[in-house]
């Protein structure tokens, strides 16, 4: 097998191509440049993608670290010959599982690969599974290191034998020791599990035979509780019997005496009893209600006509005293407007100045005329004096007619304040007479309504005498009263107390049949009796109690005969446990013999081989290695008396041991039809350039017979490459 062409979106590689040569291949590129992530790319192509990993502190799988830093999808296409044929792969996303669907077609056709589908592809095409192609031809400077693994235990084991690659001796023991585990291994294993069962059931057997006699023992003890209960419940039936016949005497005394008290309650009835009607206390009452209201509506009757009288007694004086002014009938009002008038009018005729004014004027004007002795001035002086004159004389004439109108206001009072003094006194004599009027006639009305009252009330009595005492009279009322709450009390009283006889009669069963008395009164005492009752029963329900809990687990332990089958199945099934755990640890022992057998077997090839190349790539210096089973070595040299860890060796060697173990592994082991490509990712970085070129040569003389694929970010790969004609150098 032969990879040709290889097209990437992974990773870093977005739609990035590859071109690779049928031999040695070299292809330099700087570190971050994507080496690591083709070399991943091709695994991922033959063996697909694990989509069951998850993401975990410091790790990160696949399928998280080659998503496309696009975002796109993560797939890709690989061109390569196998079988002598051109064949391409492409793998593709399905959902969210990416490179999961694989097509295998005869490049430049669309007829599939017959047998190369899914993750078997990789197996297919370079021979081997995943586990074995990663611990030999796929090489990697952080994991040069081999590690064991079953399937390449499977291939070793394989080549130094019939080529049975089904066989781990790894498998075979975690198996072997798998299965013991189950037998036995601390609490979880099947005789563990036996022996706590069988302990269990031993145990379960012992606590049933102790709970049988201990059961056995209560139920004895419950059969004395239940003698003493019988004999205390005799003792008391004997204790009833005579209680019963005294019960019969007092029941007896109680009927009688509920007749006699039933005979005095009906005499008494009778005695309330008017024309076949019993007189109840609510009629007593309201008879009651009735006389005493009639008697108040008789006494507020009276009052108010009284007060009647009274009022208009008031009303008659208060209307003389009014008649006697001489205002009479005039109303009020205008009496008051006479007096004002009057006192108004005498005002104004005690101010005469403005008369004499006028005459002052009239001087004044003569005067100012003759000073001024002109024409004019005599005119207008004149002219003055005579208005003056008239105005004087017109006021004198008013005044005099003012004044008789005086007269005729004050019509013989002396002044006009007499005259204000006696109307005053008349508004207040006609105020004083319509009250005493307003008075008197709420005073008559009260008297109607107060009559009105008074004559229902005698209705109401009447009608109530009619039902209690027809035909008496008004004045007998008290007495009949009295009589009627007398006779109501002693009714009452009879009432409850042939009641109360008559609850004592029926609570004794009324009066009872004729009753056989006892032979005699029981000497045992009723409240002992009860006393030693009452502590036997409890006793006989604790011990009671007692017996059905033991019963109770004695039922819930289970069946004695099935425990001890069950304790014979058990020894018999721990017995055979045994015995298989016995011949798993022989078989696990024989196993390991068989190992270390095989292992002096299949080492002494690989170490031979491996030798044979740490020779090629030390320039000699180291020509002898040996392996275990772990893949942990030993090396000495040309000179060297005894092999020694590898563990003295510096990093760089120790790195051209396991290039060594890896290249002579992928010779050796069985790899199918045709040896798949060796792929090195920058695992010649710690070599120096001695080895390195030592390390080319022998890559180079392997690539006659597979390919070789070298990835490295040194230029001294593709300088030394430069002689030979069939090396491919490619620098990305």
Not at 61 to 88: H, I, N, Q, S, Y
Not at 304 to 324: F, G, H, V, Y
Not at 500 to 508: F, V, Y
Request: glycine content about 6%; charged content about 25%.
């Amino acid at each position: 097998m032969k990879i040709m062409q290889m097209r990437a979106s992974f990773g870093r590689l977005k739609n990035a191509g590859l071109s690779l040569g049928p031999g040695l291949n070299i292809v330099q590129a700087p570190n971050e440049s994507g080496k690591s992530t083709w070399c991943a790319f091709i695994r991922a192509m033959l063996y697909g993608v694990n989509t069951a990993e998850r993401d975990k502190s410091g790790y990160l799988p696949d399928k998280t670290r080659f998503r496309p830093w696009d975002g796109g999808a993560m797939e890709g296409e690989m061109e390569l010959t196998w079988g002598g044929k051109p064949v391409t792969l492409t793998r593709t996303a399905v959902g969210a599982s990416p490179m999961k669907k694989l097509t295998a077609v005869y490049t430049g056709t669309a007829a599939p690969v017959p047998g190369i589908e899914g993750n078997d592809a990789g197996e297919k095409l370079t021979g081997m599974p995943e586990k074995v192609f990663e611990r030999t031809a796929f090489i990697r400077q952080a994991g040069v290191r081999v590690s064991s693994d079953p399937e390449l235990e499977k291939r070793i084991s394989a080549l130094v034998s019939a080529g049975d690659e089904q066989l781990s001796y790894s498998q075979a023991d975690g198996l072997l020791r798998k299965w013991d585990r189950a037998i036995e291994y601390k609490k979880s294993g099947q005789l563990p599990k036996l022996r706590a069962e069988l302990e269990e059931n031993e145990a379960l057997l012992g606590r049933l035979q102790t709970l049988a006699v201990t059961s056995a023992r209560a139920a004895e003890q419950c059969r004395n509780f239940e003698k003493r209960v019988s004999c205390f419940e005799e003792q008391l039936a004997q204790l009833d019997a005579y209680d019963a016949y005294t019960e019969y005497l007092s029941a007896v005394k109680a009927a009688d005496a509920a007749d006699a008290a039933r005979e005095r309650a009906d005499a008494l009835r009778d005695r309330l009893t008017v024309e076949g009607h019993e007189i109840t206390r609510a009629e007593i009452a309201a008879l009651r209600d009735a006389y005493a209201a009639a008697a108040a509506r008789r006494s507020a009757c009276a009052e108010a006509a009284e007060t009647e009288t009274q009022t208009r007694s008031q009303l008659e004086a208060a209307a003389e005293k009014r008649d006697r002014s001489p205002f009479a009938p005039l109303p009020p009002e205008d009496a008051l407007r006479r007096a004002a008038s009057a006192e108004s009018m005498e005002t104004q005729l005690h101010k005469p100045v403005w008369r004499y004014f006028l005459l002052a004027a009239a001087a004044a004007a003569v005067v100012l005329a003759v000073v001024l002795a002109t024409p004019a001035a005599y005119a207008a002086g004149a002219a003055a004096a005579v208005g003056c004159i008239a105005g004087f004389v017109a006021a004198g004439a008013k005044y005099r007619k003012n004044t008789a109108r005086l007269h005729k206001l004050l019509n013989g009072f002396e002044s006009a304040q007499a005259l204000s003094e006696a109307a005053q006194d008349y508004a207040a004599a006609c105020s004083a007479a319509d009250s005493a009027s307003g008075v008197h006639t709420a005073a008559a009305a009260a008297l109607r309504q107060a009559d009105i009252a008074q004559q229902t009330a005698m209705v109401q009595l009447k009608q109530a005498m009619a039902r209690v005492c027809p035909g008496a009279r008004t004045g007998e009322l008290q007495q009949i009263l009295a009589q009627l709450d007398a006779a109501s009390d002693s009714a009452a009283q009879a009432r409850q107390e042939a009641a109360a006889a008559e609850r004592i009669s029926n609570s004794l069963g009324g009066r009872p049949q004729a009753a056989v008395p006892p032979a005699e009164k029981p000497e045992a005492d009723r409240a002992a009796a009860e006393r030693n009752l009452r502590d036997a029963r409890a006793r006989l329900t604790e011990a009671q109690k007692h017996m059905n809990l033991l019963q109770g687990e004695l039922r819930a332990c289970g069946d004695p005969v099935l425990i001890g089958t069950r304790i014979a199945q058990l020894n018999e099934q721990i017995e055979t446990l045994d015995a298989r755990h016995a011949a798993l640890g022989l078989a696990v022992e024989t196993l390991r013999q068989a190992d270390a057998e095989l292992q002096t077997r299949f080492s002494p090839v690989i170490n031979r081989e491996a030798a044979g190349i740490m020779d090629k790539l030390t320039a000699g210096k180291y020509t002898r290695l040996s392996f275990d089973a772990g893949f942990d070595a030993d090396v000495a040299g040309a000179g060297d008396a005894a092999a020694h860890s590898a563990l003295y060796l510096s990093g760089g060697t120790l790195d051209q041991l396991y290039l060594a173990l890896r290249l002579a592994m992928c010779q050796v082991l069985p790899a199918g039809e045709e040896p798949c490509p060796i792929i090195l990712d920058d695992a010649l970085a710690s070599f120096d350039d001695e080895r390195t070129r030592s390390a080319l040569e022998y890559l180079h003389q392997l690539a006659g017979r597979r390919q070789v694929i070298l990835f490295t970010c040194h230029t001294r790969e593709a300088d030394w490459a430069k002689e030979y004609a069939d090396i491919t150098v490619t620098k990305l």
